[in-house]
């Protein structure tokens, strides 16, 4: 299931694309790459908010909150801006992908504490095996159309403030 494209008649691209990069770094996404010839703004992934992190708004349903809570997630959205006559069509994409390490096993009692990082209140480390880092991989999880509908919204809420709606 994808987001319904978000038409807008009372702006151009170049205009849209800026309210929607201004959207995207209020979400705390970092922009990575924004061309408005091809019209597309693709951000850096973006490691899931945690549940206490409130002032996060990159969660959009509650499960999407349990999850990134529980997993190491990270989200990437693209969206492409195009122009039908006097519309400007845009449409978001948003991947997802969860780390994935392998767990490490235990040969023996001795190794049992090597299964714990050194780590201290302020600075937590992980430490991976050459087998485990070799078998790390981010998971594609599908995309999130909670949360292109939410970036969207955002977007069409922003431009009818520009243009003096409500």
């Given at each position: 299931?994808?987001?319904?494209?978000?038409?807008?008649?009372?702006?151009?691209?170049?205009?849209?694309m800026e309210v929607a990069q201004g959207?995207?770094?209020?979400?705390?996404?970092?922009?990575?790459?924004?061309?408005?010839?091809?019209?597309?703004?693709?951000?850096?992934?973006?490691?899931?908010?945690?549940?206490?992190?409130?002032?996060?708004?990159?969660?959009?349903?509650?499960?999407?909150?349990?999850?990134?809570?529980?997993?190491?997630l990270r989200r990437t959205v693209e969206?492409?801006?195009?122009?039908?006559?006097?519309?400007?069509?845009?449409?978001?994409?948003?991947?997802?992908?969860?780390?994935?390490?392998?767990e490490m096993e235990i040969a023996g009692?001795?190794?049992?504490?090597?299964?714990?990082?050194?780590?201290?209140?302020?600075?937590?480390?992980?430490?991976?095996?050459?087998?485990?880092?070799?078998?790390?991989?981010?998971?594609?999880?599908?995309?999130?159309?909670?949360?292109?509908?939410?970036?969207?919204?955002?977007?069409?809420?922003?431009?009818?403030?520009?243009?003096?709606?409500?």
């Open positions: 299931m994808s987001s319904t494209p978000l038409t807008i008649t009372t702006m151009q691209k170049a205009p849209a959207i995207l770094r209020d979400m705390q996404f970092d922009v990575e790459k924004f061309d408005v010839d091809r019209g597309m703004i693709r951000t850096r992934p973006l490691s899931g908010a945690q549940f206490f992190e409130f002032w996060r708004q990159d969660n959009a349903t509650p499960l999407a909150t349990a999850e990134s809570s529980l997993h190491s969206l492409l801006f195009t122009t039908e006559s006097d519309e400007v069509i845009i449409t978001c994409t948003i991947q997802v992908k969860r780390l994935s390490i392998p009692m001795t190794q049992a504490a090597s299964l714990y990082t050194h780590s201290d209140a302020s600075l937590q480390q992980l430490r991976l095996n050459a087998e485990q880092a070799r078998n790390m991989a981010w998971i594609d999880l599908g995309r999130d159309p909670a949360l292109e509908r939410r970036i969207l919204t955002r977007i069409l809420a922003k431009v009818k403030q520009l243009e003096g709606g409500t």
